[in-house]
């Protein structure tokens, strides 16, 4: 059985920092691709960024130069630092698991709120 579990949201004030932290259990973790999506009140939920397999990265514009992405395959997780942080980063974040012709698997999200 796959799980997938997010941590590390908070309240952070503008121009702060904060990492989420997504463990994943049930699967040889180093072969899937990894992603943060995230989605704020009333709005569809938006890719934040992905790390393949492989640690090939990507990101949404809005994101790029204040996020990282990254991931220890030795202990099953993924980290997204989340630097210089503004009030529209506000949203719930999820983790996402995925392998082509798979799965895909979601966390429950962790809740991240950036206000002075």
């Known amino acids: 059985q796959v799980q997938v579990v997010e941590s590390g949201g908070g309240l952070v004030q503008p121009g702060g920092s904060l990492t989420l932290s997504c463990e994943a259990s049930g699967i040889i973790f180093s072969i899937y691709h990894m992603g943060w999506y995230r989605q704020a009140p009333e709005k569809q939920r938006e890719l934040v960024a992905t790390?393949?397999?492989?640690?090939?990265?990507n990101y949404a514009d809005s994101v790029k130069g204040r996020f990282t992405i990254s991931r220890d395959n030795a202990k099953n997780t993924v980290y997204l630092q989340m630097n210089s942080l503004k009030p529209e980063d506000t949203a719930v974040y999820y983790c996402?698991?995925?392998?082509?012709?798979?799965?895909?698997?979601w966390g429950q999200g962790t809740q991240v709120t950036v206000s002075s």
């Open positions: 996402n698991v995925y392998r082509s012709a798979v799965g895909s698997w």
């Open positions: 790390i393949t397999s492989g640690g090939s990265t």
